[in-house]
Each structure stands twice: as structure tokens, then as C-alpha cells.
């Protein structure tokens, strides 16, 4: 064999060793190239798992957060219903002493009602005359009333109070009503003319018969004064709403000082 044979065997053999040295390395290059790529993919897998993960923790966060907001809420709405149940309690029994009481007052306000229309009869007896039927009427209905048992005792001491209310506004007010009247042995119809407690007259039509109630000896006085009985006639038109408002110059008997 020549020189040039081996020269050429060698560098046969040295390009077979570096293709197979190439051949190696890419390989090589290859499982590590691959390696990483697997490594990227596990990574990113990873890094999704842990972004998921944050994400449901997140959630559960916000979740935790508004359910400690409605427990607080929840514990405030039971201290209010705590007071309200507290309240509910003492209104159930200050209700249950009131009833209690009511049926031992109940049986006291009859009697009571009864002991007033009494004391209330006997002073329009002593009054002076003016709508006396009427008032003593309206008296004996009401003591009917107590005896009824579809009026409550409420409504029947309501009633009585009434009567009370009613007696009290005579007091302060000026009235007139027609009516029948023995005069000077005929009867005649006369204008009754009450001006509050103090003066109660009467006057014909034609005004020639005009008295005052004499409180003291319980009968009618005759008024003979012209003026007396032109002030009557106008205390009429004035109870009428037919004249306005004046002064009037009546005959009112001033009460007697005790001795």
C-alpha cells in the first residue's frame, strides 16, 4: 500500500469519526433540546395549576369575606330581636297586669255610673227649669243603658261622662226654645230665653207677658219694666242669630250671701 492509500485511509477514517462524532452531539443536542421543551411544558402546567390555584383561593377569599359580613349582620339582627322579644315580654305583662286590674276596676265603674246619674238627677231637679224633661229623659236612657248588655262598661261610662260634658256647656252658652206655659191662669206659648246658669225668662209672642225665674222661691216672676222686656226680646233675636251681639240689660237676681 502507498502513502497515498493510508494518507487517504486515514482521512477516510477521521471524517467517519467526525460524522459519527456529529451524528452524537446532534443527537445529544436533540434529548436536551427535548428535555427543556418537556421541562417548558411541565413548567407552564405547573404555572397553570398554581394560577388556578390562586384564582379558587381567591375565590374562597371573597366568599369567606362576605360570609363574615353576613354573620356580623346576623349578629346584630338577633340583638335587635333580643331587644324586641325583651320589650314584647314587658309589654306582654305590664298587658297581663293591666287586665287583671281592669276586671277589679270593671266591677267598680257600674256602681260608680250608677252613684253619678244619681247625683247628676238630683241636680237637674235643683236647677233651674230649662229643658228639664229633656235632660231628665236623657238621664233615665243612660241609666237603661247600664243595664244593657250589648254596651261595653266603657261605652257605658262614656255615656254618663257625656251627660257630665253636656250639663257643663250650659254653663257658658245662651239658648232659646218655644214651649207651653201656664200664664196668669191660661196657658200660652211662650219663648223660653236661658242665658247660662244665671237668668232663665220667658216671653209671649207679642211681648206683653215676660218673666224671670225666680231661683230662690222656685217660680216665675213677672217682668213689668218695659226696658226689662225689650232687652229679653232682643236676647232672643240675639239667641236666634237675628241680632249680633250686645250688651243686655237683664233681670238677674244676684245670689244671697250665706250668714
Given amino acids: 500500500m502507498n502513502k497515498a492509500s493510508s494518507k487517504f485511509g486515514l482521512l477516510g477514517m477521521v471524517l467517519a469519526l467526525n460524522m459519527v462524532s456529529g451524528h452524537g452531539a446532534a443527537a445529544e443536542a436533540d434529548s436536551v ?5 418537556s421541562k417548558t411544558v411541565a413548567a407552564q402546567t405547573s404555572q397553570n395549576k398554581i394560577d388556578k390555584l390562586a384564582g379558587q383561593t381567591y375565590d374562597i377569599l371573597q366568599d369567606f369575606r362576605l360570609v363574615n359580613k353576613q354573620l356580623e349582620g346576623i349578629k346584630v339582627y338577633n340583638a335587635q330581636l333580643e331587644k324586641q322579644l325583651e320589650n314584647q315580654q314587658k309589654t ?11 276586671t277589679v276596676i270593671e266591677r267598680q265603674i257600674i256602681p260608680l255610673a250608677i252613684k253619678m246619674l244619681d247625683a247628676l238627677e238630683q241636680y237637674v231637679n235643683l236647677d233651674i227649669p230649662f229643658l228639664r224633661d229633656t235632660r231628665l229623659t236623657s238621664i233615665s236612657q243612660v241609666r237603661e ?4 248588655t250589648h254596651f261595653s262598661t266603657s261605652e257605658k261610662f262614656r255615656q ?15 239658648d232659646q226654645y ?13 219663648t223660653f230665653m236661658r242665658v247660662g246658669r244665671i237668668a232663665f225668662l220667658y216671653q209671649s209672642s ?11 222661691d222656685k217660680k216665675w216672676d213677672p ?3 218695659s226696658d226689662f222686656r225689650s232687652s229679653t226680646a232682643k ?12 250688651v243686655l240689660d237683664l233681670p238677674i237676681a244676684f245670689p244671697e250671701v250665706a250668714k
Avoid: C, P
Fill in 33 to 37: 433540546l427535548a428535555e427543556g421543551k
Fill in 92 to 102: 306582654m305583662l305590664d298587658i297581663a297586669f293591666s287586665i287583671e286590674n281592669a
Fill in 235 to 246: 236676647a232672643i233675636r240675639i239667641a236666634k242669630k237675628q241680632a249680633a251681639i250686645d
Fill in 223 to 225: 217682668v213689668d219694666s
Fill in 178 to 190: 218655644s214651649g207651653l206655659l201656664g200664664v196668669e191662669g191660661k196657658e200660652r206659648k211662650v
Fill in 206 to 216: 207679642d211681648q206683653n207677658h215676660t218673666g224671670v225665674w225666680n231661683a230662690r
Fill in 160 to 174: 254618663v261622662l257625656e251627660l257630665y260634658d253636656i250639663e257643663s256647656e250650659y254653663g257658658s252658652t245662651i
Fill in 145 to 148: 243603658n247600664l243595664q244593657a
